[in-house]
């Protein structure tokens, strides 16, 4: 069965003969108690616990350091836990780490194409990993390269192919052993907006055709558009789950009104503001935020109150600002 199929729609892709298929809807593919990685004296992955369901969308996002990518590398049995419980499909990662992978797509980070290979020979050579014979490889690879719109590039090179065709191909590449959970490691880092929303645009698909995906993003409106579900990683710990439209209503406000004034004038203005009601008011370097259910309304209390910014935006909350407040605004080294 395909996990690109075009007139009907499947919940979830093939599986070996022998595998049990009459799964429940809702069935846990992976489970996550405890979950702890660490190296030497650093803890990078410090006892987190999450649950992840066939069919659904589930993200890793947080700042550079916060355990995301060491969490990825476990479940992709790659790097073993040093403490807690894993299991991936009922089965523990360290004694059954092969059995896992090959039910498993991952696309990573950084692009590991053979940029001397077509396109086409990228997944010919791939699938021969897995096992797959050649014409069931080049079944799949001609319907892969039409669902990732690389049809017509199929017999060129990879070395001059775009970033964002390089991206695209490497999903496509991730997908030809059909596998049941398909990983992502930030999928559209360093891609201009319209080579992401193409990436988006396929991942959506695969996510409307029942494909599991697992991804971790910088980008929150990545998240907001694709996750069903996430967790906001800081420091080696979950400091928030949920989805992403319950993550806003809980750690923000409906709207947000974003106010700039003259520099000689912003310290002033953030003491005033203070009488504005808002749930929240953030004094920037560049702006100042008030966190607000009514973004108009709080605009008209802060001329009432004679100051006059020089841009004033109301805007609705979005998850950047629930991941904002839950990491902070400020690097850390």
Not at 145 to 155: N, S, T, Y
Not at 164 to 190: C, F, Q, V, W, Y
Not at 222 to 247: F, N, T
Request: hydrophobic share 40%.
């Amino acid at each position: 069965m395909s996990c690109v199929a075009g007139a009907e729609t499947h919940s979830r892709l093939s599986v070996p003969a022998g595998r049990v298929t009459d799964v429940a809807e809702h069935e846990v593919l992976i489970r996550a108690r405890g979950l702890t990685k660490a190296f030497g004296e650093f803890t990078a992955v410090d006892g987190i616990d999450f649950e992840l369901t066939r069919g659904e969308v589930f993200g890793f996002l947080g700042p550079n350091g916060a355990g995301k990518s060491s969490t990825m590398r476990m479940i992709g049995c790659v790097s073993p836990p040093s403490g807690g419980e894993l299991t991936i499909f009922g089965l523990d990662p360290v004694k059954y780490g092969s059995a896992i992978r090959a039910r498993l797509g991952v696309v990573p980070q950084e692009d590991t194409l053979d940029v001397e290979l077509t396109v086409s020979e990228n997944l010919l050579i791939y699938g021969r990993y897995f096992g797959l014979r050649r014409d069931v490889i080049k079944e799949r690879t001609a319907r892969l390269l039409e669902f990732v719109r690389l049809a017509d590039r199929a017999d060129d090179e990879v070395e001059p192919l775009s970033g964002g065709m390089k991206r695209r191909l490497t999903i496509a590449r991730s997908l030809i052993s059909e596998p049941e959970i398909l990983l992502l490691d930030e999928p559209t880092t360093g891609l201009d907006p319209q080579a992401r929303h193409v990436v988006w645009d396929r991942l959506y698909r695969l996510k409307q055709q029942g494909v599991t995906l697992v991804l971790t993003t910088h980008y929150m409106d990545e998240a907001e558009q694709l996750c069903d579900r996430l967790v906001v990683m800081d420091q080696g710990k979950i400091a928030a789950e949920g989805s992403p439209r319950d993550l806003i209503a809980r750690y923000s406000t409906p709207e947000v009104l974003e106010l700039r004034f003259a520099l000689d004038e912003h310290e002033q203005a953030g003491e005033k503001l203070a009488d504005v009601p808002a749930a929240r008011l953030e004094v920037l370097a560049d702006r100042i935020l008030l966190y607000t259910d009514d973004g108009d309304a709080a605009l008209a209390a802060v001329a009432g109150l004679g100051l006059e910014p020089v841009t004033s935006l109301v805007r609705r909350s979005t998850l950047e600002d629930v991941f904002l407040r839950l990491t902070g605004r400020y690097l850390e080294d």
